[in-house]
């Protein structure tokens, strides 16, 4: 771990757009099931971070490029770390929906 990457904010909205250009890529939501109802980022999947272990189940593919998010950032560093250390190659943790400029979905 570089130490210096302590420091740096994620942006979510860059972590969006990497995400748009990726080719089968997973969006990963770790809120809670009515956070995610209440509006959440277009075509993300819902699995909130208390079920991270069913990741396996929604996602087969470990080289499948995965990136999360959530409300602050603090779940989606926890849930990206899960994801990590079971074998998921391609993860990015892009942080809090806080400060997503786009439009949220119901």
Not at 46 to 57: K, Q, V
Not at 88 to 95: A, L, M, P, Q
């Amino acid at each position: 771990m570089n130490f210096f990457n302590l420091f740096v904010r994620k942006d979510i909205n860059e972590g969006i757009e990497r995400y748009l250009k990726e080719e089968n890529a997973v969006l990963l939501d770790a809120r809670t099931n009515e956070e995610y109802a209440a509006g959440h980022i277009e075509g993300s999947i819902n699995l909130p971070i208390g079920e991270i272990d069913r990741a396996g189940t929604l996602i087969t593919d470990k080289d499948v490029p995965i990136y999360v998010y959530c409300r602050s950032g603090k779940r989606s560093e926890r849930a990206a770390a899960y994801l990590k250390g079971n074998g998921y190659t391609k993860v990015n943790d892009i942080g809090g929906i806080l400060s997503y400029n786009g439009t949220l979905v119901k």
